[in-house]
């Protein structure tokens, strides 16, 4: 089911999804589940440098808190190791400075090819720096355990967040939405989506993260000796899509731009290369890059055989010299963090 078509079904209230009034069906998404809301973004429906919010993405964990949905008044509370533990309101929150970032949201278990968990977005918040600095934190705290209204949570190292690492409140100039997190969520550009936790109602600094009771949002790798190791996942992995022409389509003799992004997580990216003939040769696409946090568009001009099948293969290399790899570690055990280079097969005729 596309996810504009659960839209038109879906009732207020019972875990379903509400949007705010006035709001346009979301446009071309594959619901994949509606109670948690989980639903990928379709990359070839959109050329636009930013995803519009009732496409952008959603991977809920839980049902939206009824405080999301019906906008009432919300507090944040920063405690633990602190000198002043405090309880925010909006109106106290809105005294900080606002900051304005540009960012891909990237939800860990995105795979390869269009159909993603993943989104580009304009967002607008407080530095999380300045809100926890309200609390004033002691020497010790080394870690933010985030708690939303919806009961998920995730710790945090504050450490690996840097500057950039915000309190969001708006996307696209507009308020946050419900199914995003309204009023509030973490931010952090460059890493994955768990760690931006949505309807934020408490941060508990500590010394010491909190130990994970399961392999969720762990990379799982297998060792020489049978036994399987856990690591942190790393922050989100250099990766390109072909977002034209449109899987499934026909293509005829001649040639055709072929169009695409491609994103990093703290780095920019510096070529994407494309291959028609099974990785023989690459050559090098046309870039026009966003910001730092931004994916990239490219496109390059491609010779359609007289008939036949037309292979097209991009990977994307960042300024830190990272690149896609071919095949995924055969090591690892999880789904997690795939980035492997995209194939795309279009028949000829």
């Known amino acids: 089911m596309l996810r504009r078509e659960f839209i038109a079904l879906a009732a207020v209230g019972g875990g379903g999804l509400l949007l705010p009034s006035g709001s346009r069906p979301l446009a071309d998404s594959i619901l994949l589940s509606s109670d948690p809301l989980i639903a990928e973004f379709n990359l070839q429906s959109s050329f636009e440098r930013y995803t519009p919010t009732p496409d952008f993405y959603v991977r809920n964990h839980f049902p939206i808190p009824q405080s999301g949905k019906d906008g009432g008044a919300a507090f944040l509370g920063i405690e633990g190791k602190v000198n002043q533990p405090v309880r925010l ?13 540009g ?5 860990s278990g995105n795979g390869t090819g269009p159909e993603a968990l993943a989104s580009n977005g304009l967002w607008e918040g407080w530095a999380l720096a300045d809100v926890i600095g ?8 080394k870690y933010m355990h985030l708690i939303g209204q919806d009961g998920f949570s995730r710790s945090v190292e504050i450490s690996q967040t840097g500057p950039d690492a915000m309190l969001a409140t708006r996307l696209n100039h507009q308020p946050l939405t419900p ?3 309204a009023p509030w969520r973490a931010l952090f550009p460059g890493w994955y989506g768990m760690n931006s936790v949505k309807w934020l109602e ?3 600094l500590s010394d010491t993260p909190v130990p994970s009771k399961t392999d969720e949002y762990l ?3 297998g060792t020489p000796s049978g036994r399987s190791e856990y690591h942190p996942l790393p922050n989100v992995q250099v990766k390109s899509v072909v977002t034209y022409p449109a899987i499934g389509v026909i293509l005829h003799p001649g040639t055709v731009t072929v169009r695409g992004l491609a994103w990093s997580g703290t780095a920019k990216i510096a070529a994407v290369e494309v291959s028609t003939d099974n990785g023989a040769t690459w050559r090098v696409a046309e870039l026009d890059p966003g910001g730092r946090y931004e994916w990239t568009l490219w496109k390059i001009t491609v010779k359609v055989p007289e008939s036949g099948v037309l292979n097209i293969a991009c990977k994307a290399i960042d300024d830190k010299g990272l690149e896609q790899p071919a095949q995924r570690d055969s090591n690892r055990l999880d789904g997690y963090a795939n980035n492997t280079i995209e194939r795309v097969r279009f028949l000829v005729e």
């Open 103 to 107: 960012a891909v949201l990237e939800c």
């Open 219 to 221: 990379a799982k790798v």
């Open 179 to 181: 199914e995003h997190g």
């Open 134 to 141: 309200l609390a004033r934190p002691t020497s010790v705290a």
């Open 202 to 204: 408490r941060i508990v």
């Open 89 to 101: 309101s909006a109106a106290e929150l809105s005294r900080l400075k606002i900051k304005e970032i």
